[in-house]
């Protein structure tokens, strides 16, 4: 079965930073897509960036020259590197991937790992 596995969360204090790192295993003929959202209560789950299979990325206004997405094909695995944290990054991060099986293209996601950002 695929599985999409999120790391690197954690506690830092606004200015730190945090790498996550999520890996898609299992049989995959490729990856379409990979992206970090993120949500809190009451809100609706938002993309923080995104990488696809041709190496472009998107990024949410509110990261922009603060986070970057990349990826390690060889690993299925995309990192997002989050600099000068602040408080309001808060959240509980998911990693989504787009996969191609060998019967069916779609959208996994990870179980989602805890950000916080607090002094």
């Known amino acids: 079965q695929v599985q999409v596995v999120e790391s690197g969360g954690g506690l830092v204090q606004p200015g730190g930073s945090l790498r996550l790192s999520c890996a898609a295993s299992?049989?995959?003929?490729?990856?379409?897509?990979m992206g970090w959202y993120r949500q809190t209560p009451g809100k609706q789950r938002e993309l923080v960036a995104s990488?696809?299979?041709?190496?472009?990325?998107n990024y949410a206004d509110s990261v922009k020259g603060r986070f970057t997405i990349s990826r390690d094909n060889g690993k299925n695995t995309v990192y997002l590197q989050m600099n000068s944290l602040k408080p309001e990054d808060t959240a509980v991060y998911y990693c989504?991937?787009?996969?191609?099986?060998?019967?069916?293209?779609?959208?996994?996601w990870g179980q989602g790992t805890q950000v916080t950002v607090s002094s």
């Open positions: 989504n991937a787009n996969l191609q099986r060998l019967f069916d293209t779609r959208d996994y």
């Open positions: 299992g049989i995959i003929l490729s990856i379409n897509s």
């Open positions: 990488i696809s299979n041709g190496g472009s990325t």
